[in-house]
């Protein structure tokens, strides 16, 4: 499979967890996971008008997630070498709208740097983190494990049981994907 086909599938993933419009008390109004500031700045960046982010169009949801959640932080280094690891670590980038799951990343695999930058050697220490844990599946486990941690230290108390569900069935999914 190429970066791009591992690409469709946390898509899929990320469309069906996100649902529709809701207006989030911490981050603000949201449609399929995009915040209204996000959808401003990618209007702006590609010089087109401001718009409500209820009205986001299909193409822009698929074309946000993948300029940002996918392609600038480099997860394609990562789908290349492993599949489930860059499907998490893009869901939960895109979930929190930053580089915190890579430098969760970099520390889980013991990474000369924890940066938040994708890199050939944060791949390497995958590789070597991936082996120590019995395959790609085993250390997604182990990443998400800490992601759902995370989860409960930093979320609105709220948002904790929606949080872990989804990080569950981004286990499950994962397995259906790549078992």
Do not use: C
Not at 104 to 128: E, F, M, Y
Not at 134 to 146: E, P, Q, R, S, V
Not at 149 to 178: C, Q, T
């Amino acid at each position: 499979m190429s970066p791009d086909d591992i690409f469709d599938i946390f898509y899929a993933f990320d469309q069906d967890a996100e649902g529709g419009f809701y207006n989030d008390p911490n981050a603000g109004p949201t449609m399929r996971g995009i915040l209204q500031s996000t959808y401003n700045d990618w209007l702006k960046a590609n010089g087109l008008p401001a718009a409500d982010v209820r009205n986001i169009t299909d193409d822009q949801v698929r074309a946000i997630i993948y300029q940002m959640f996918w392609a600038a932080p480099h997860i394609d280094l990562i789908a290349a070498v492993a599949p489930a690891t860059s499907v998490a670590v893009a869901d939960f980038g895109e979930n929190i709208g930053d580089t915190r799951p890579i430098k969760a990343l970099q520390r889980r695999i013991g990474a000369p740097t924890v940066d938040g930058i994708i890199g050939t050697r944060t791949v390497s220490a995958l590789h070597a983190a991936i082996a120590n844990a019995g395959g790609d599946l085993a250390f997604t486990k182990i990443y998400n494990d800490d992601r759902a941690a995370w989860y409960r230290m930093h979320s609105p108390a709220a948002d904790i049981v929606g949080l872990e569900n989804r990080v569950e069935r981004m286990n499950a999914y994962l397995r259906e994907k790549f078992a």
